[in-house]
């Protein structure tokens, strides 16, 4: 049912490609050559008297998200023939799931905590990928590569509750953490797309598809263009239509395709050379035993075991990979230190140089030797940001780093006295602003000592020397 309350009406049709070693209906490698029509046998290619068979680890995959997206399973696994006449399909019609789906009344949260129904999750074979030399809208021929064709994807269809750009990235976001945690999918390798079903208040929610928006940065650019468009339009007095859109991500822009079809329109039929499959107790409670652990059980025992705040807990088990790394590191060091720098500082240098977490070529170990001298008072924490920084860069032995730069701290309170000393004669106006009461004055000073220590010395300890000095 659609919240009429909102002004903004989304719901996302996300597809996932599974990460199968073979596709959905045939022997055929999933991935490998990407020499256009080479991955293909008769059975993808719909060839008369060639016979599908389910390949069963997509099955396992398919029920995986569905569990962990708490759906009802359905007790049997029908598949059905999509109608359409599109190059794309070259039996002019997709194996898909229609009355029956292997999930359905599933949900998933977002960041903020609202939950999102899913309406159900279905299994499917990828099209053919279409290319097109001059772009979609200009190209005079299409070339068709049908080595995705046949491709294991899930359909994820939500109900219309998310009311945002924002909310749907944030969706895909959340989508694509579940997906990792349960190993189904590979970021580096297979797809996700989304269809978006947008609408607002002023139309009286026409609703306007968008296609094949792919991954969820595009998304909120993508339903940005698309809910402004309606917006404009509605206040030219022009008549909104349902319809189906295409998003050119080059251009920012969405354009039309043709008018909206109905499932109807696709003519669904069981399909005959597919045999119902059971989905037995059994199965299910193989499945579940098989489950790795998710986001929610992360911060559970990241408050429990680890003794960290569950703030810090959650932004640490957003991302699979992330939460791998803070449980490597917390085995060795401080879990409190590890979080810290787990969630601030080593997220602060991967936006600085605009790099994913899986991007990295260190592992835990690098950051082990790092924490462990901070731990133990060896280094500042400056001294570790630097280093931290560097070490994105280009992986190296931290330990060696610290003894050949002479990076170690200094904890002679009389050097650093020393240091404090020199940077009050060389900054007399400095110290006069201080005591007219300019407390940034001080800040000044202190910056001087750690550019004279190299950031060897804590601000505090020299912050503290400094007001004894000058008082």
Same mark, same amino acid.
């Given at each position: 049912?659609?919240?009429?309350?909102?002004?903004?009406?989304?719901?996302?049709?996300?597809? #996932?490609?599974? &990460?199968?070693?073979?596709?959905? +209906?045939?022997?055929?490698?999933?991935?490998?050559? =990407?020499?256009?029509?080479?991955r293909t046998c008769p059975t993808c290619l719909?060839?008369?008297?060639?016979?599908?068979?389910?390949?069963?680890?997509?099955?396992?995959?398919?029920?995986?998200?569905?569990?962990?997206?708490?759906?009802?399973?359905?007790?049997?696994?029908?598949?059905?023939?999509?109608?359409?006449?599109?190059?794309?399909?070259?039996? *002019?019609?997709?194996?898909?799931?229609?009355?029956?789906?292997?999930? %359905? =009344?599933?949900?998933?949260?977002?960041?903020?905590?609202?939950?999102?129904?899913?309406? @159900?999750?279905?299994?499917?074979?990828?099209?053919?990928?279409?290319?097109?030399?001059?772009?979609?809208?200009?190209?005079?021929?299409?070339?068709? $590569?049908?080595? @995705?064709?046949?491709?294991?994807?899930?359909?994820?269809?939500?109900?219309?509750?998310?009311?945002?750009?924002?909310?749907?990235? $944030?969706?895909?976001?959340?989508?694509? &953490?579940?997906?990792?945690?349960?190993?189904?999918? $590979?970021?580096?390798? *297979?797809?996700?797309?989304?269809?978006? &079903?947008?609408?607002?208040?002023?139309?009286?929610?026409?609703?306007?598809?968008? !296609?094949?928006?792919?991954?969820?940065?595009?998304?909120?650019?993508?339903?940005?263009?698309?809910?402004?468009?309606?917006? &404009?339009? +509605?206040?030219?007095?022009?008549?909104?239509?349902?319809?189906?859109?295409?998003?050119?991500?080059?251009?920012?822009?969405?354009?039309?395709?043709?008018?909206?079809?109905?499932?109807?329109?696709?003519?669904?039929?069981?399909?005959?050379?597919?045999?119902?499959?059971?989905?037995?107790?059994?199965?299910?409670?193989?499945?579940?035993?098989?489950?790795?652990?998710?986001?929610?059980?992360?911060?559970? %025992?990241?408050?429990?075991?680890?003794?960290?705040?569950?703030?810090?807990?959650? #932004?640490?088990?957003? =991302?699979?990979?992330?939460?791998?790394? +803070?449980?490597?590191?917390?085995?060795?060091?401080?879990?409190?230190?590890?979080? %810290?720098?787990?969630?601030?500082?080593?997220?602060?240098?991967?936006?600085?140089?605009?790099?994913?977490?899986?991007?990295?070529?260190?592992?835990?170990?690098?950051?082990?030797?790092?924490?462990?001298?901070?731990?133990? !008072?060896k280094i500042t924490d400056n001294v570790a940001?630097?280093?931290?920084?560097?070490?994105?860069?280009?992986?190296?032995?931290? !330990?060696?780093?610290?003894?050949?730069?002479?990076?170690?701290?200094?904890?002679?309170?009389?050097?650093?006295?020393?240091?404090?000393?020199?940077?009050?004669?060389? *900054?007399?106006?400095?110290?006069? $602003?201080? !005591?007219?009461?300019?407390?940034?004055?001080?800040?000044?000073?202190?910056? %001087?000592?750690?550019?004279?220590?190299?950031?060897?010395?804590?601000? @505090?300890?020299?912050?503290? /020397?400094?007001? @004894?000095? /000058?008082?």
């Amino acid at each position: 049912m659609k919240d009429f309350s909102n002004s903004i009406v989304i719901g996302l049709e996300c597809h #996932v490609e599974l &990460n199968t070693n073979t596709k959905l +209906f045939c022997s055929c490698p999933a991935k490998g050559s =990407e020499e256009p029509n080479t991955r293909t046998c008769p059975t993808c290619l719909g060839m008369p008297g060639s016979k599908p068979v389910l390949n069963k680890k997509a099955v396992e995959f398919a029920l995986k998200l569905c569990l962990a997206l708490n759906c009802k399973i359905s007790p049997e696994l029908i598949f059905s023939r999509k109608s359409y006449f599109y190059p794309d399909m070259a039996k *002019n019609f997709q194996i898909s799931q229609y009355e029956i789906p292997l999930g %359905k =009344e599933g949900k998933l949260n977002l960041s903020n905590g609202k939950e999102i129904g899913i309406t @159900r999750v279905h299994m499917e074979e990828d099209p053919a990928s279409l290319v097109h030399p001059s772009g979609m809208q200009k190209s005079a021929y299409v070339l068709v $590569d049908y080595n @995705r064709s046949g491709n294991p994807l899930l359909e994820i269809v939500t109900k219309p509750e998310l009311s945002s750009a924002a909310e749907a990235r $944030d969706f895909m976001k959340q989508l694509i &953490n579940v997906l990792n945690y349960l190993e189904i999918f $590979d970021e580096n390798y *297979n797809i996700i797309k989304a269809d978006a &079903n947008i609408s607002i208040r002023e139309s009286g929610f026409v609703k306007a598809e968008v !296609k094949n928006i792919t991954g969820f940065k595009e998304i909120e650019k993508a339903l940005n263009y698309e809910i402004q468009r309606q917006k &404009n339009e +509605f206040s030219e007095g022009k008549k909104l239509v349902q319809e189906t859109r295409a998003w050119d991500s080059e251009k920012g822009i969405t354009f039309a395709l043709r008018k909206k079809e109905t499932e109807e329109d696709y003519g669904y039929i069981i399909d005959t050379d597919l045999v119902a499959t059971e989905i037995t107790k059994a199965m299910i409670e193989k499945t579940k035993k098989e489950m790795p652990e998710l986001a929610q059980d992360k911060v559970k %025992k990241f408050t429990e075991k680890h003794k960290i705040s569950k703030e810090d807990a959650i #932004v640490l088990a957003q =991302e699979k990979l992330l939460a791998d790394l +803070f449980e490597k590191v917390a085995e060795e060091i401080d879990a409190a230190l590890a979080a %810290k720098w787990l969630r601030r500082e080593l997220v602060r240098v991967l936006n600085y140089n605009k790099k994913e977490l899986h991007q990295l070529e260190i592992d835990e170990s690098h950051l082990i030797d790092l924490l462990r001298l901070v731990e133990n !008072k060896k280094i500042t924490d400056n001294v570790a940001s630097k280093i931290l920084e560097k070490l994105i860069e280009k992986p190296f032995d931290v !330990k060696e780093f610290v003894k050949k730069e002479k990076l170690e701290a200094v904890s002679d309170t009389k050097e650093i006295e020393k240091y404090c000393i020199e940077a009050i004669k060389e *900054n007399p106006q400095a110290v006069k $602003d201080y !005591k007219k009461g300019e407390k940034k004055a001080l800040n000044f000073i202190v910056g %001087k000592v750690m550019q004279k220590t190299r950031g060897k010395a804590t601000p @505090r300890e020299v912050n503290e /020397i400094i007001l @004894r000095l /000058i008082r």
